[in-house]
């Protein structure tokens, strides 16, 4: 059996590790900060309950094969002592967080030699309390079209979840950047769902973010058409209007907000291209302001 372990089982991480016990072909841990009896996933075709041995401390943890990590992008540094017990030779890290930067990001806090997959998540899914994930469909996730990005699309043959190798990883990543660092920014702002798009001032604000990714993504390599921000904005118009996303649902509960991964990296990449982004450049600060109110200034620095 392969031995998985999920770093962070959030509603993410929870869904995932679901459908990987429900294959019954893997030997799986969750390693969570605070425990829980038994993972439970409710889904439109029906309940899950994984079967996995859940741990609080990196001292009860031994290597595995892979290491899926799936905390929020600023919680990546808190997770170095569980790399360093679940590492051994052979393990593989796939990187299941927002942003576009999953391995640069991950490598300070982890072994030199561990190879790292990063990964693109649309799978819509929520943590009603430790152990418990409302899971709206089956979703989808994207690796790069490699080895080991196979490798670990094979982890989930037969299963709800789909994953999909992309040839073009690079424009992938900024698909979902464009909604993530847009849309999420400003509805992280206004404590609103997608819906509140709807506003025709809101709705111009937001597409004008996206103009700002698109010019960075395509420095970056990335192939976004010129009505990339229009087609982002309809796919949430058309199919979740009512959604939180989880950056404003952190905002809303007074946690730390992972604006790094989704407006931030936008300016960062952008000054190494000489690319202006006022805009992300706003809602970062606005975004870091209310992140230090939130946490009493100590949580969530700039990245540098």
Not at 31 to 54: H, K, M
Not at 251 to 264: C, D, L
């Amino acid at each position: 059996m392969t031995r998985i372990a999920i770093v962070g089982v959030g509603a993410i991480g929870g869904a995932i590790a679901a459908d990987l016990s429900d294959l019954r072909r893997h030997e799986l841990v969750l390693c969570v900060r605070t425990g829980f009896d038994r993972l439970r996933v409710e889904r439109p075709g029906g309940t899950s309950e994984a079967d996995a041995a859940v741990v609080t401390q990196p001292a009860a943890v031994k290597p595995v094969d892979w290491v899926l990590l799936a905390t929020k992008a600023h919680q990546t540094p808190e997770s170095q002592p569980w790399l360093e017990a679940l590492c051994g030779p052979s393990t593989r890290v796939a990187v299941l967080q927002n942003g576009v930067d999953h391995v640069a990001r991950v490598r300070p806090w982890a072994h030199p030699n561990v190879e790292i997959v990063p990964v693109v998540v649309q799978l819509p899914a929520e943590k009603t309390a430790p152990g418990r994930i409302v899971q709206a469909h089956d979703g989808m996730l994207i690796v790069p079209d490699d080895e080991p990005g196979r490798a670990f699309a094979s982890l989930f043959e037969g299963g709800r979840i789909a994953v999909k190798p992309s040839a073009d990883f690079v424009t992938q990543v900024w698909w979902k950047l464009i909604s993530n660092a847009s849309l999420g920014g400003v509805c992280a702002l206004a404590i609103r769902e997608n819906g509140v798009v709807a506003d025709p001032q809101v709705r111009s604000v937001v597409l004008a973010l996206m103009r700002e990714v698109v010019l960075v993504g395509r420095a970056e390599g990335a192939d976004l058409p010129d009505d990339a921000p229009e087609k982002a904005l309809a796919v949430v118009e058309n199919g979740a209007p009512d959604h939180w996303s989880s950056i404003t649902v952190d905002r809303r509960e007074g946690r730390p907000m992972e604006w790094q991964a989704r407006n931030e990296v936008v300016g960062r990449i952008g000054r190494s291209h000489g690319i202006e982004t006022p805009l992300n450049d706003a809602i970062t600060m606005m975004l870091r302001i209310a992140d230090a109110a939130a946490t009493g200034g100590a949580e969530n620095p700039p990245s540098r």
